[in-house]
Antibody, heavy 117, light 109 residues
């Protein structure tokens, strides 16, 4: 059974770079599908960050495009997220998910990232 | 402010039905048959309940159904049960991105 697990620092300082990884087990991420990141600020709704195809094509939320990079690590079968120049507004639970025609069928459990000095 | 509009709350008694609308534009909900619905319990990750407007993933009860008319999609939960109390979010393809609604809290009275 396929599983996704996010990991990374829970605390990032303002202006620094947020880096997260999503380990995928039970399926090779280079076989098919899109893989994406979604975030949810505390007490608020979902925001799509972006996604990457199994072949490496990326799509980003225009509101974050200048600061975000999503990549695939084929050797470790994991997905990565980098978000530059973070502020308190980037504090959120970050989820990775498998995307099929814009629907996220499988989700990780999420990881809370707090931006604070 | 979210791209798709949902009412903040909805409620129904056990056994009743509740319908949640999700209003967008011709650039998202109205332009694609790629509307999805997610259920989220407190402290948990969202769970896909409906995809491609009206399809149910394996394991989702047939009490959950989806539809679309023009720029508005809807999720109907029939035969409400206590465990259906949760937040529900709609999502849609929108050009080369995905947009979500602000969420609707469903209360089982």
């Amino acid at each position: 059974q396929m599983q996704l697990q996010e990991s990374g620092p829970g605390l990032v300082k303002p202006s620094e770079t947020l880096s997260l990884t999503c380990a995928v087990s039970g399926y090779s991420i280079t076989s098919d599908y899109y893989w994406g990141w979604i975030r949810q600020p505390p007490g608020k709704g979902l925001e799509w960050i972006g996604s990457i195809s199994h072949s490496g094509r990326t799509y980003y939320n225009p509101s974050l495009k200048s600061r975000v990079t999503i990549s695939i690590d084929t050797y470790n079968n994991q997905l990565s997220l980098r978000l530059n120049s973070v502020t308190a507004a980037d504090t959120a639970v970050y989820y990775c998910a498998r995307d099929v025609r814009s629907a996220q069928h499988y989700w990780g459990q999420g990881t809370l990232v707090t931006v604070s000095s | 402010q979210s791209d798709l509009t949902q009412p903040p709350s909805a409620a129904g008694s056990p056994g009743q039905s509740v319908t949640i609308p999700c209003t967008g534009t011709s650039s998202d909900v109205g332009g694609y048959n790629y509307v999805s619905w997610y259920q989220q319990h407190p402290g948990k990750a969202p769970k896909l309940m409906i995809y491609e407007v009206s399809k149910r993933p394996s394991g989702v009860p047939d009490r959950f159904s989806g539809s679309k008319s023009g720029n508005t999609a809807s999720l109907t939960v029939s035969g409400l049960q206590a465990e259906d109390e949760a937040d529900y979010y709609c999502g849609s393809q929108a050009d080369s991105k995905v947009v979500f609604g602000g969420g609707t809290k469903v209360t089982v009275l």
